[in-house]
């Protein structure tokens, strides 16, 4: 099948199998292996980008279903400087083998946009999609608190 779909910003058409799931389209075809593939079951969330700026696991998502949509994965996620989610998981450390981190910025940069004002127990509540087999999370949650402080202050578009 043809599809055709903005991926970060740049128009892409291809002719693919109707059952290539989207994240191996993002990483096979398209080269962008920021998009991780962790369980292929959507139980970790690393493959974590927004279609039509909603968080959706690409791994349970094919691409013809992404046909005429917008996609952006973590690649596409910073403009000119670091998006407030990476610079946060750079100051507070949120990261540590790296594996998981682009799906749980791409989920919490949506959810930061809608709820700014979120508590600890809310982040981590939104975090229950995700698997981190390194951290246990604390640095995470501060990275996203830091990021949505950021954005409360600059009023960061996301």
Do not use: W
């Not at 080269?31 to 696991?57: E, F």
């Not at 279903?65 to 994965?73: K, P, S």
């Not at 989920?107 to 975090?127: F, G, K, V, W």
């Not at 246990?136 to 996301?158: P, R, S």
């Amino acid at each position: 099948m043809k599809i055709h779909m903005k991926v970060n910003g740049v128009e892409h058409t291809h002719e693919v199998e109707p059952r290539l799931l989207l994240v191996s389209y993002l990483r096979d075809v398209l080269r962008l292996t920021g998009t991780h593939v962790g369980c292929d079951t959507s139980i970790c969330g690393a493959c974590t980008v927004h279609v039509d700026n909603q968080p959706v696991k690409s791994c349970t998502m094919f691409a013809v279903q992404a046909d005429g949509c917008e996609v952006t994965t973590i690649e596409g996620l910073a403009k000119e400087e670091l998006h407030p989610l990476q610079e946060g998981f750079k100051e507070m450390h949120g990261l540590q083998c790296g594996f998981c981190t682009p799906g749980i910025i791409m989920t919490m940069a949506n959810y930061i946009q809608h709820s700014p004002n979120a508590s600890e127990e809310e982040i981590r509540d939104c975090l229950k999609g995700h698997i981190c087999r390194c951290t246990g999370y604390h640095n995470i949650v501060k990275a996203v608190q830091y990021a949505a402080n950021k954005v409360k202050k600059e009023e960061v578009t996301l």
